[in-house]
């Protein structure tokens, strides 16, 4: 994460440009900033922050916007805000009227409207996708349905411009009109802090802007909001406590975007917007998405459209995450880093199930068993023991990260290992606990075991997009497995022994558990029984949350870590016969384009692969192994 070190200034100026923003002093102050993380509201007289306050993150990006700007303005170049308002006059005559936000989330209903967000990088997660170009990507996001566009244009932690913003604007303008569609809107996501700001996003093409309530004095939020309006827009005001809302309220918001984010703080809480949409119904401010029918005719007995929309920002990823919302009545979710991630975000955006109809088809789904189609969704990358390692391999997009429990791999972690490598992705996954299954794919009453596991996949295919942890067992007792995922932490656990499928469930090991099957070659691959995919297919039961095919060595006593392929056919007959499956052995940066195009497993796993020695791993093999698993799961989705 970025810090202090890495600022042009010191924690004095940077407190000073934050005090800036109010006008006030004496008594209107405290009115003005008393829901600022660590405003001194009178303890120290004098001071605008509490004396031993330390700015959090959001504060330091924001108090360098405030310095920055002022640098900006000082100089002669810098273009007048008259003359950025004009050159908005003249942008938006040549290239279309500036289109409103609350209309734009309204008229999506009964669907979820989405923001998909342009973010080359961010302070805690560094480079996402430094290279992806915002135009094409922009394009990209609105063929597939999303109805607002959030450019990040902020230089420093975020690698943005307003350089995106305006190609985002153009490009998906242009194919907008080339289909005859209707195109999204662009906001500038930023820290905006001034009037100035407001009337740059304007000139450059956005549609609509990002007002933050933790970082602005309520005078301030109230003149930027009006001087919004001015343009036409309406503002995105982001909320995440009560205090914040209890101020957007006041300055006159109307679309409220709530961060599951603590940006002081980086914790994470889905819960956040659940929260405050019952405070909203509390406060009797309607805002229900599935009433926003703008066809309605409020004045002939139909339902009188919201006068507020509320947003999700942060944190979903998945179709339940969306439905979740769309229970509690909010309008749009913004989904970013998960899209820049995708090989594929067309495909990643269908999978959201905007579509409250769609949502049931997928559950409906989610049931059945015919042949597994679907390519690969999840990578895991086993045999980690070191926090750095993990880092990279959260970064290049692996959604299970594996620690090796038993005492006979070189590779065996000891409590303390683990409990740093949990760490680092529970940091990098921005969570402090583990991620919880939904109850209706953990249920094993009334229904097959091949039903059982499908189920379970879709589920740990939308839970792992932020990556688990994955702790490794062969032939250990309950009891120690049970205490090591207390331990350390552990998001689910893999039997690699031969405790038998009954042994991974939840009852027995804590938590989910995958299942290792292993089949049994010659040396080299060859030789595989006949009669496996029967066998395998007779003996699954509900227990498991998933199978895992590993290599195993006729003769040896113990499977996994053999470095041997072998016959992947094995796995695309079961995958045909509706099981979706995990396949490892002898997987390489070399071979994993031929196994996920051939076979289209569900998952793969790789260890010693991408090792420079046993228990380090060569970060340069691990990117080159996840980019080319993402890149082949697209080109076979294609049925290239």
């Known amino acids: ?382 045999g980690i023991t070191n926090p750095d390692d993990a880092l990279v391999a959260c970064k290049h997009g692996a959604n299970l990260i594996g620690v090796i429990f038993a005492p006979k791999s070189k590779r065996c972690v000891s409590i303390e290992q683990a409990k740093a490598v949990v760490n680092t992705v529970r940091t990098f996954g921005e969570r402090s606990d583990r991620l919880s299954f939904p109850a209706f794919a953990m249920e094993t009453q009334n229904v097959s075991p091949l039903q059982s596991l499908v189920r379970k996949a879709r589920a740990l295919e939308e839970i792992a997009r932020r990556p688990l942890v994955v702790g490794v067992f062969q032939n250990q007792s309950e009891e120690f497995i049970q205490e090591m995922v207390e331990a350390c932490g552990l998001d689910i656990v893999q039997l690699h022994g031969k405790e038998g499928m009954e042994a991974a469930n939840v009852a027995k090991c804590g938590v989910p558990a995958i299942r290792v099957v292993d089949i049994e070659t010659n040396a080299d691959g060859t030789g595989t029984a006949p009669g496996a995919v029967d066998k395998l297919l007779n003996d699954i039961t509900t227990d498991p949350l998933a199978i895992l095919l590993d290599t195993s060595i006729k003769g040896s006593k113990e499977g996994g870590g053999t470095g041997v392929t072998f016959d992947w056919g094995v796995a695309e007959e079961l995958q045909n016969n509706g099981l979706p499956v995990i396949i490892a052995g002898g997987l390489k940066p070399i071979n994993v384009k031929d196994a996920v195009m051939g076979t289209r497993p569900w998952g793969i796993d790789v260890s010693s692969g991408v090792e420079a020695s046993p228990g380090k791993k060569d970060h340069v093999d691990v990117e080159a192994f996840v980019k080319g698993a993402r890149d082949a799961a697209v080109e076979a989705s294609k049925g290239i």
């Not at 004095?12 to 006030?24: D, G, I, K, R």
């Open 1 to 382: 994460m970025t810090t202090l070190d890495d600022m042009p200034y010191n924690e004095s100026q940077l407190m000073e440009a934050l005090a800036s923003l109010t006008p006030f002093e004496g008594t209107g102050i405290n009115q003005d900033c008393h829901h600022i993380h660590g405003f001194n509201s009178g303890t120290s007289p004098g001071s605008f922050f509490k004396h031993d306050h330390k700015l959090s993150m959001l504060q330091q990006i924001t108090a360098r916007r405030v310095l920055d700007y002022m640098t900006l303005r000082s100089t002669p170049e810098a273009p007048t805000e008259a003359y950025l308002k004009e050159k908005a006059a003249e942008f938006h005559a040549q290239h279309g009227n500036i289109l409103s936000l609350l209309t734009q989330i309204q008229s999506q209903s009964p669907n979820m409207a989405l923001a998909a967000e342009f973010k080359r990088a961010s302070p805690s997660k560094g480079d996402i996708a430094p290279n992806l170009d915002a135009g094409d990507q922009a394009t990209l996001y609105a063929q597939a349905g999303a109805v607002t566009i959030s450019i990040l244009t902020e230089e420093h932690w975020f690698k943005g411009s307003l350089n995106d913003l305006t190609k985002a604007r153009k490009q998906t303008a242009a194919w907008a009109k080339q289909h005859n569609s209707n195109r999204p809107a662009i906001l500038r996501k930023d820290f905006c802090i001034s009037k100035y700001m407001i009337a740059e996003a304007a000139a450059a093409g956005a549609d609509t802007i990002l007002l933050i309530v933790a970082i602005t004095p309520v005078q301030l939020l109230k003149q930027m909001i009006e001087y919004a309006r001015s343009f036409g827009m309406e503002p995105l005001v982001e909320v995440h406590a009560d205090v914040e809302l209890d101020v957007a309220l006041r300055a006159g918001a109307k679309v409220i975007g709530v961060n599951n984010r603590n940006l002081h703080t980086f914790h994470m809480d889905l819960a956040t917007t659940d929260k405050t949409a019952e405070e909203l119904i509390k406060r009797k401010c309607h805002f229900a998405h599935g009433d926003a029918n703008t066809n309605a005719d409020s004045h002939s007995g139909g339902k009188k459209i919201p006068e507020y929309a509320i947003c999700a920002l942060s944190g979903m990823s998945s179709a339940n995450d969306v439905d979740r919302y769309r229970q509690k009545g909010v309008g749009m979710c913004l989904i970013g880093e998960s899209l820049m991630r995708a090989a594929d975000p067309k495909a990643a955006i269908e999978s959201l199930c905007l579509n409250p109809n769609n949502y049931d088809t997928y559950i409906a789904e989610s049931t059945r068993a015919s042949a597994y189609t679907a390519g690969t969704k999840i990578i895991k990358v086993c």
